[in-house]
Every structure is written in structure tokens, then in C-alpha cells.
């Protein structure tokens, strides 16, 4: 479980989160929905411990993570799977992987185990693996950031808006992905404003607008808002 409470974040004088309190619980995907700027990337920043939340608590599996070291937050199940996916691109594909294993680096055998998870669901990044990252296509770049992520080991998978500036059949495939990775066990936080697919394999969501959690509701709910609907849907 992963659960956050009354979380503020301020950069300077300007309060980007106020009060945020959400949650997901084990095995839920849930769904952070909101417009540029609404928060969305400081809410999976601060959980991650690149952020300093001003108030409030965030706890993982009975641990407060709150001023905990970014890496510890990794060493103990909680991976981020950034905006823009920021791999590096002058990197191989493989190295780009190695590097989401760095806090396991000492169990080597382990390290192989989870690459060759992420090579059988990615089997393009096996191909690809000695190939430059920079060099793939958006979607493959994507995976790539994924998988990164995977070789985490994550038990709480937060992924920042994972579709963005894909194909749609390319958008198809990762949220397929997505939706494979939770149901092989994993919790995910997924922030998106591809709002309809999203949805569609959330278990909840929350809608953030300014800073502020506006509406939370399981999936069927919030599909069937009308707010939800005009606001992030377009229909
Ligand atoms: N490092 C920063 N310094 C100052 N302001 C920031 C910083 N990062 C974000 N902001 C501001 O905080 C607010 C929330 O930004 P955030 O990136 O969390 O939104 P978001 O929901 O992820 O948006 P997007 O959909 O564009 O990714 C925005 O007004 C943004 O301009
Ligand atoms: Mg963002």
C-alpha cells in the first residue's frame, strides 16, 4: 500500500501541491488524470524523493518515505518511470537497462533474472540491445524507459504520462504493457492525459487540478462522469 497524506510541495513562493492525499493500494492500477500543469509529475517526484514535500506523509509498506535517499525509495520497491523518459541516448539499449538495476547491482544473478523478464516482454529491446537508445523509435524508447524502470524491481510502478507524443497503435502497445505488468502483480501509479485508456485499465483515479485533488472514484465512475468526460475525455 501506498498512501499519501496531506502532501504539500512548494518551488519558492508558488505552492504546486497542496494538501494531496491519494492512495493505491496493493495491486490497484491507479489513475492520476489533470491538464499541463496540474501537478501530476510533482505528486511522482515527491514520492520518489526528488521533491521535498513542505508537509504531510507519504508511506510505503508501513515505512515513511519522506526524507528517505531517492535510491533507498528504489531499494525498497517504489520506481519511477520519469516524463520524457530521459534515457541516455548515447547509451546502448542494454546499459540504458543496467542502469534502472543499479541499487541491485550487487546481486548479479538477480540483475540477469529481471533482464531477461524484461527482454521476454520486450523482445525488441533484445533484438535492439547493443543498438544506441537514441536511435530507436518513440514507442521502442518508451519501452526502454519501462523497462529501466522494471529492472527496479518494482513492488509500486510509477509511470508519468508513458503515452505521450506516441503513434496511436504504438499507445495501444504500452498500455497493454501496462496493464501486463499489473496483472503479473505489480501496483502502478499512472498519470495520463490519454484519459479514456487510461481508464479503462485503472481500478481508480483521482483528477488533479492546481495542486488540489478535485475527484477520485473507481474507474466506472469516473468513465462515466460527466465532468470527467467534457474535461479529459472529449466526449
Ligand atoms: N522545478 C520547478 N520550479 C518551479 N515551478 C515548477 C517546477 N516544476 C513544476 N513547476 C510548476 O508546478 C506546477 C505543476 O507542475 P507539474 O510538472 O507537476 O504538472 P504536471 O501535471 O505534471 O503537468 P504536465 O502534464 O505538463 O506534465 C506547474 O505550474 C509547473 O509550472
Ligand atoms: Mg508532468
Redesign the pocket.
Known sequence: MLQLDNISVN??G?R?LDNVSIHAKEGELVVLL?A???????IFLTISGLNKASTGSIRFGGKELVGMKPSSIVHDGVVHCP?GRKLFPGMSVLKNLLLGAYVHRADKAGVNRTLEEVFSLFPILHEKREVNAGSLSGGQQQMVAIGRALMGRPKALLLD?PSLGLAPLVVKQVFEVIQKINQAGTTVLLAE?NAYAALKIASRAYVIESGRIVMEGDRDELLNNEQVRKAYIGA
Open positions: 518551488y519558492g508558488f504546486a489533470g499541463n500543469g496540474a501537478g501530476k509529475s510533482s516524463e504520462e492525459q
